[in-house]
Nanobody, 123 residues
């Protein structure tokens, strides 16, 4: 499985960005997916996750109410809509995937990682 993230960029505080993660192959429907991020000098941290079905989601406390994860299985793509961005959201964002047979399971570990996309929020 290959994951390709895109949509990062430079935005002012309070602005919005939408990240996309396109998955290769016909296995996308068997993946739970999510996003992690890593800021300079900091450890990588969980941002959001979505189940295979799309019905179950979870978010880090720091992004709840501002970020929304979604997926389009027909387009084999996962999205992260980021609103009300803050300078502390500045990081490299990575999309991730995990094979599962469970429709509504949200993994805590992921086997597949895409390349990162840089998000920079200016104050």
């Amino acid at each position: 499985v290959q994951l390709q993230a895109s949509g990062g960029g430079l935005v002012q505080a309070g602005g919005s960005l939408r990240l996309s993660c396109a998955a290769s192959g016909r296995t996308f429907g068997s993946l739970a997916a999510g996003w992690f991020r890593q800021a300079p000098g900091k450890e990588r941290e969980f941002v959001a996750a979505i189940s295979r079905s799309g019905y179950a989601t979870s978010y880090a406390d720091s992004v709840k109410g501002r970020f929304t994860i979604s997926r389009d299985n027909a387009k084999t793509t996962v999205y992260l809509q980021m609103n009300s961005l803050k300078p502390e959201d500045t990081a490299v964002y990575y999309c991730v995937g995990q094979r599962t047979t469970l429709s509504n399971w949200l993994p805590t570990q992921y086997d597949y990682w895409g390349q990162g996309t840089q998000v920079t929020v200016s104050s």
